[in-house]
């Protein structure tokens, strides 16, 4: 008797059968985040403001900050191609390198050297009340959350399927319908199950296994010590992503967790967040003599400040709300932020892991994604901390279904479902994306391929702790970066948007015309109507 096929199968054959549908899917675009903690050549975090040469944090579109004044968040556009999104990535690594004087970019997602949350500074986008408003939320992220958590670096890969592919993928499932609806319903499908398949990425790609003593000084923890300086797991793959890592503690306490059964449903449980307040963070206060210690006293400040691995986004306009923009709009790409820097590459990133991280979304969007239970959505928050703490544990068992499986079981199964969505991408067999799938059954075969073991094998083999060892690979991505060519019509480009950028925050600056109070007041207020 004949199996039945799965719904990804059925979706995967009618797709298939679309001629030039591999042209189509070819102009899907892809755009990257990367966070960089500038530290002095001692590995202390940078106390200089952010280099001038560079442009204003505030209004340059390629080129700002993050939660600290040191830590760089490098943004490239939408762009079609994975080699064109890591060249791009790499220019503007290139330029930035060139206006740091004797300061490094960290090579890794975990800081060095943490003298306590003063020696951290808050980034300051100078003095109109959007530049207030952004110190004042992260002012609060570290009341909240302490700010050593705010300081690790990560990459996040934001893609965006072609419009075409959605009217052949419409036309395949559900021609009759509006055609946004189609899109936020496929999209949000996308994210459940990029959630429930989200341990795999810490797994193949997490790079920070270890991290130094001074991050988590004063605390009780389980880590173990590689030496005097350095704790880790022996079977870590990506501690950012774990327990001790960047999370909504107040979940515990509150119980706010976003709802993903619909794009509806996901921006009323953050506009709740948002407007609700939270006993916790009163105490902290709001306004505070003069100054904002925090945007409001709600479980959440902002949308912003819900931490997820996955979202679904939209462009928005100068100062309009991300759940506004959704509302508005629709889901414009989706954007996966669980990605480790790779210590291993001067920019943090390569292309083969884009290709793969391009068919995990396809993959994601054809698979068959029901809504996630209470049940399930604890499982998904399991499995993330138990690869992030223990991924590589020989005959660690996550759970699926509400039955444990073997982690390297999963994994190899994932991958094998994975190679009709990298085909497809293709054109056909063994092209660079169905090659990018196969390089990660290496890792599942053999796990001390992972980024995660080759971390540990190389402090082992050179006899450096976690922090020789990053700023060994800091001073030599540097190297690299620098004897790189920059091509001088690129060069031009970022010499003219950092200019704009300047001017941009001067006009804003200039046209500041009502309080701060009352600003803050508007921004909240929109959409109310």
């Known amino acids: 008797m004949n199996t039945p096929r799965s719904l990804l199968e059925r979706r995967l054959a009618r797709l298939q059968s679309i001629p030039g549908l591999a042209a189509v899917l070819a102009e899907n675009r892809i755009g990257l985040e990367k966070e960089g903690l500038r530290v002095a050549p001692d590995g202390r975090i940078a106390a200089t403001p952010h280099p001038r ?37 790499s220019d503007l690594h290139r330029y930035v390198h060139r206006h740091l004087g004797d300061e490094l970019l960290w090579a890794t997602s975990m800081p060095c050297v943490i003298a306590g949350a003063g020696g951290i500074p808050l980034a300051d986008y100078g003095t109109s009340n959007a530049a207030i408003m952004k110190t004042a939320y992260r002012r609060g992220l570290g009341n909240r959350y302490g700010r050593a958590m705010q300081v690790i670096a990560g990459v996040h890969f934001n893609f965006s399927f072609a419009d075409a592919f959605w009217e052949h993928y419409q036309a395949s499932e559900d021609a009759g319908r509006d055609a946004r609806a189609f899109r936020d319903c496929a999209q949000m499908g996308m994210v459940r199950n990029l959630q429930r398949l989200g341990w795999l990425v810490p797994y193949l790609f997490g790079a920070s296994p270890a991290i130094c003593a001074s991050f988590v000084r004063g605390q009780t923890t389980d880590l173990r010590a590689f030496d005097d300086d350095t704790l880790y797991y022996p079977h870590a793959t990506s501690l950012r992503m774990g327990d001790i890592g960047y999370q909504n503690q107040q979940e515990q306490g509150t119980g706010i967790k976003a709802c993903y059964d619909s794009l509806d449903a996901y921006v009323r449980s953050l506009t709740w967040a948002i407007q609700t307040p939270c006993p916790q963070y009163e105490t902290i206060g709001v ?40 509302r508005r709009r629709g889901i414009r790409y989706v954007e996966l932020r669980s990605p480790d820097v790779n210590v291993f590459e001067p920019v943090g990133v390569e292309a083969e892991q884009l290709r793969f991280f391009a068919v995990l979304m396809l993959h994601a969007l054809l698979a068959d994604s029901p809504v996630i239970s209470s049940r399930e959505r604890r499982d998904i928050d399991t499995n993330q901390v138990l690869t992030a703490h223990r991924g590589r544990e020989p005959g660690l068992c996550l759970v699926r279904a509400r039955e444990p499986v073997e982690l390297r079981l999963w994994a190899r199964e994932l991958l094998d479902a994975m190679l009709g969505s990298a085909e497809l991408l293709d054109g056909g067999a063994d092209g660079p994306h169905s090659q990018a799938v196969r390089a990660q059954r290496a890792k599942v075969r053999e ?45 031009a480009e970022l010499d003219r948007q950092a200019a704009e950028s300047v001017a941009d925050q001067q006009r804003l600056e200039s046209e500041t015309d009502e309080s701060f109070d009352a600003f803050l007041a508007r921004y909240f207020a929109q959409g109310e109507t």
């Open 447 to 491: 796990p001390e391929l992972t980024p995660s073991a080759r971390v540990l094998a190389a402090m082992r083999e050179s006899g450096e702790g976690f922090f020789e060892f990053s700023r060994r690979l800091s001073l030599a991505h540097r190297a690299t970066l620098l004897q790189g060519a920059l091509d001088p019509a690129r060069e």
């Open 287 to 326: 306004k505070v003599g003069e100054r904002y210690e925090q945007l409001n006293a709600n479980v959440l400040q902002i949308e912003n400040e819900y931490y997820s691995t996955v979202r679904p986004k939209q462009l928005t306009e100068w100062m309009e709300r991300p759940t506004l923009a959704l």
């Open 53 to 89: 040469a560079l442009g204003a944090a505030l209004t340059h579109p390629w080129i700002t900050t993050d939660f600290s004044e040191a830590l760089l968040e490098l943004i490239t556009p939408a762009l079609v191609g994975a080699e064109a999104a890591v060249a791009w990535l």
